[in-house]
């Protein structure tokens, strides 16, 4: 993922209001059945720093996530690095209320870019893990 690719966006809409759609975002025992079971913990709340590893076909990715930005039930921002890789980005969750529920929409910002030689980075793979997280697992989750 390179500074010069636009921003990977997937969005996905929701039966359940935006407080059931908030905590499935940000409440750890919620987010590690959805999103990652590795993770220790997890606050919404500017500043708060949790970093965990996930292993793939022998290569490590000690993610690193810091809160950036939180206005609660509308917008989270998570700066996410890898301890063993350069790069940066940030990845944006917004929340919006709707007739049927509520929206969601996850936007990734590449601020440094991250290692071309290593397939979990290109561009494909992101869209691909995002649509999943967003666009399969969490739904399913939140049936």
């Given at each position: 993922?390179?500074t010069?690719?636009?921003?990977?966006?997937?969005?996905?809409?929701?039966?359940?209001?935006?407080?059931?759609?908030?905590s499935?975002?940000?409440?750890?025992?919620?987010?590690?059945?959805?999103f990652?079971?590795?993770?220790p913990?997890?606050?919404?709340e500017?500043?708060?720093y949790?970093d965990f590893?996930?292993?793939?076909?022998?290569?490590?990715?000690?993610?690193?996530?810091?809160?950036?930005?939180?206005?609660?039930?509308?917008?989270?921002?998570?700066?996410?690095?890898?301890?063993?890789?350069?790069?940066d980005?940030?990845?944006?969750?917004?929340?919006?209320?709707?007739?049927?529920?509520?929206?969601?929409?996850?936007?990734?910002?590449?601020?440094?870019?991250?290692?071309?030689?290593?397939p979990e980075?290109?561009?494909?793979?992101?869209?691909?893990g995002?649509?999943?997280?967003?666009?399969?697992?969490?739904?399913?989750?939140?049936?």
């Amino acid at each position: 993922m390179k500074t010069s690719e636009p921003p990977i966006i997937v969005e996905q809409d929701f039966s359940v209001n935006a407080e059931r759609l908030w905590s499935a975002l940000t409440e750890p025992d919620e987010m590690r059945q959805w999103f990652f079971p590795q993770m220790p913990d997890f606050k919404a709340e500017e500043g708060f720093y949790t970093d965990f590893l996930i292993s793939n076909e022998g290569r490590n990715f000690t993610h690193e996530w810091t809160v950036v930005e939180v206005i609660p039930l509308e917008k989270i921002t998570v700066r996410w690095q890898f301890t063993e890789y350069p790069g940066d980005s940030h990845v944006t969750f917004y929340i919006a209320t709707t007739p049927v529920g509520s929206s969601l929409k996850l936007q990734t910002e590449v601020l440094e870019d991250f290692p071309d030689d290593v397939p979990e980075f290109k561009r494909e793979s992101g869209v691909g893990g995002w649509k999943y997280f967003i666009q399969e697992s969490l739904p399913a989750y939140l049936r």
